[in-house]
C-alpha cells in the first residue's frame, strides 16, 4: 500500500525540497513521541504528501522544531510540526497495522506479525479517536479479502476498494472541503492499487497468486502495455483534476511535482528493468 507517491526531487526548487524535507521530519518526530521509535519505523513519503496537502489547503501554521537526527548527525534537522502531522502520523499507524496485518496472512512474514502485536496498543488508541476512517479501513480489508479470493476480474471494482478506503483517509474533517478530499483520494488509492499490482504481476504469475491484471495479460499480451498505461494514467489524471478544483496555494508546486511526475517514479523504474531484461548487454 505505500512507497508509490514519491516526489521528483530533480524538478523541485531548493526552497521546496527543504520543505519537503522538513515535513517528512516532522512526521517522523510525531511518530516517536506518539509511537515510540516503533513508530519511526512506519515513516513513508505517501503520508507526507498527505500533510503537505492539508496543509496547504487548510493553510495550517507550522511549529518549526531543529534537531539531531541519529541517521544523520552531521548537521541539525529542521522539522515542520502542524496539526496535519499529527493527522497523518495517526493514519499512518492505522495503515500499517493493517498493511503488516495482511502481510503475515498472505506470506507468514513473521518479523511483521510481531510487529503488528507491538502495534495494537496504538491502534485501538487511534481507532477511537477515529472511528469514521478506522472503520473504513476494516471494512476495506474484509471486502478486499473476499474480491481477491474470488479471484475478481472487474478491475475497476477491485481496485475501487482502495479508492473507497483512501477518500476516507484523505476527508480529515466534515467540512465543505470533504468531497473533494475524498474523490482526489478516490483516484490516488485507485492508483495505487494498480500501480502495486503492475509491479507484482510477473512474481503473482510465476506463483499463480491474484493480480487484477492477470486476465489482461494473458489475453492481450501485445496491448498489455499500452492499456495498463492508460488506465494508469486515467486514474492520476482523475486525480489531478481534483486537486486543481481545491484551493491550494501554499505548497502547490510541491503537490504538481508529486501528482504529474513522481507518482510515476516507479513505473519508470520498472520499464527500465523492463528494457535491461529484454536489451541485456
Sequence with gaps: MFGYIYVNQKSLSEESKQQYQSYYCGLCQVLKKSSGVKGQMLLNYDMTFLIIL??????????????????HP?????????EASHYASDMNVLLSYHNMIDDWKDDRNLPKHVMSQMLKRDYRRISAKYPRQAQALENYMNRLNMLEAKREENIDAVAGLTGEMLGEIFAWKDDLWADE??????????FIYLMDAYEDLDRDRRRNEYNPFMNMAKNSPED??????LILTSMMS???KSFERLPILQHADIIRNILYSGV?????YLQEKKKKRRNPK
Design 54 to 71: 492539508l496543509t496547504g489547503l487548510y493553510e495550517l501554521e507550522n511549529e518549526e522544531t531543529h534537531f539531531i537526527c541519529p541517521l
Design 74 to 82: 552531521g548537521k541539525r534537522k529542521t522539522a515542520y510540526i502542524n
Design 181 to 190: 478530499l475524498r474523490c482526489l483520494g478516490f483516484y490516488l488509492g485507485k
Design 224 to 229: 498489455f502495455e499500452t492499456l495498463s498505461k
Design 238 to 240: 482523475e486525480c489531478a
Design 264 to 268: 510515476w517514479s516507479k513505473y519508470e
